[in-house]
């Protein structure tokens, strides 16, 4: 039987886990301490967005395809 | 946001259930249940229910021929400028507190380094401790900020403007706070169970719940909302384990 834990355990728990994810981001590239507890999950993806230059044109859910020219075989 | 870092309890989060009497009017014990806070699966029932019903109230607000139409938004046409731009003010009070909040930016006192010397740790805690009272200061002076433009803003406005403004802010507040109580309300109903090991529900279903007397209702919410950690708090704690 799967053990219910109650919610406020879980919350802590996530956001451990997020904030040692963050922590794996180089220091110039994390989020403010402000923007961690107060940024909204939108605000933050955002953020992390920019700090990599990912475009906003992309989507998650594509993978990128890209054919280099001196791979091609005549 | 409470930025205080001297209270934070982590034992608390370990406290997530509790026996509890049910006393009549005397004071007499009648029953006793246990409860539980909710997981993630209840929590998330119970705010998915809780929105059902804030969408039920704005649907009903907005029709005017409903009786919640009637009781709250048809005796406005009655209301002076004066009434209905205190009004605003009053159903805006959270906004405004919100926006305060996020202008304030107190800087937090950089924390000193591990070999600090005492005297170093004695000044930076003494900071800590006067910081709260700092930030309220703060906070106190940006809504007397926010507060003067408002009035500027609303004075300016014409009548119809002003009833406009008045009932969306009404219907969100009254939405807000039928939300709020349904999600309370199934929150305790999923958390009471009869037994110590919480494997028999204390109701078969929301609706015996619902009939119980007002003020059981009432002793059972409160015990829970008692369970329960706001999330500054669980913010706080986090701050313990960095």
């Given amino acids: 039987m799967p053990i219910d834990l109650p919610w406020t355990m879980g919350y802590v728990i996530r956001k451990r886990m997020q904030i040692d994810n963050l922590n794996e981001m180089t220091k110039d590239k994390r989020p403010t301490e402000d923007m961690i507890w107060n940024g909204t999950p939108e605000e933050l993806e955002k953020w992390i967005d920019d700090a990599y230059d990912v475009k906003e044109t992309s989507r998650r859910d594509e993978i990128p395809f890209v054919i280099k020219e001196d791979e091609v075989e005549d | ?242």
């Fill in chain 2, 1 to 242: 946001m409470d930025i205080e870092k001297n209270d934070v309890d982590l034992s608390k989060l370990f406290l997530w259930n509790k026996e509890v009497e049910i006393k009549d009017e005397a004071g007499n014990v009648v029953k006793t249940v246990w409860m539980r806070l909710v997981g993630d699966a209840d929590l998330n029932r119970a705010r998915v229910i809780s929105l059902r019903e804030s969408a039920k109230a704005r649907e009903s607000l907005k029709t005017e021929t409903s009786d919640e139409y009637m009781a709250y938004i048809a005796p406005l046409k009655f209301s002076s400028k004066e009434n209905i731009t205190a009004g605003i003010k009053l159903l805006n009070m959270g906004n405004y507190m919100d926006e305060a909040r996020a202008n304030v930016i107190t800087k937090f006192p950089v924390e000193p380094a591990s070999d600090a010397s005492l005297e170093e740790q004695e000044k930076y805690q003494k900071i800590i401790d006067d910081f709260p009272i700092k930030w309220e200061k703060d906070l106190d002076k940006e809504l007397k900020k926010i507060d003067k433009r408002e009035s500027s803003r609303l004075d300016v406005m014409d009548e119809d403007a002003l009833k406009k403004e008045y009932v969306d802010g009404l219907i969100n507040y009254i939405c807000q706070t039928s939300m709020n109580d349904t999600f309370h309300s199934y929150c305790t109903y999923f958390g009471t169970y009869e037994d110590a090991k919480f494997r028999r529900k204390a109701f078969r279903s929301y609706d015996d719940y619902s009939n119980i007397s007002p003020r059981v209702k009432q002793m059972l919410e409160d015990a829970y909302r008692d369970l329960e950690i706001p999330i500054p708090q669980l913010k706080k704690s986090l701050g313990a384990t960095p």
